[in-house]
C-alpha cells in the first residue's frame, strides 16, 4: 500500500528527516437495537501521498487540499458484537 501511494521511496530516502506520517482510526455504530459494529483500520494522511490512479499529490498541490477520509482509508477488521 505504501509503495502504491508513493510513501516506500519516501521511507527509503536517507535523505529525509520527517517520518512518513499513516493513522490507525477505529469507528462504530448501531446496525439494530440488539447489535452494533466497530472497525478498524488506517488512514493515508501524509502530505506527500500520491494518488495512484491520477499520479497527483493526494492532498493538492498545495497539500492541503480536503479529501473525505473513505478516499483513502482502509479497513483491516470489523467486529459485529
Known sequence: MLKKFGLLDLINDPNRTEPVQVAVTF???KVS???GHVTGG???VDKQ??????GTFLFGDAHVEKV???VHW???KI???
Open 33 to 35: 437495537r440488539f447489535l
Open 68 to 70: 473525505q477520509s473513505h
Open 49 to 54: 501521498c500520491i494518488d495512484p490512479k491520477y
Open 27 to 29: 469507528d462504530g455504530g
Open 42 to 44: 488506517f488512514k493515508l
Open 74 to 76: 482502509f479497513f483491516i
Open 79 to 81: 467486529a459485529f458484537a
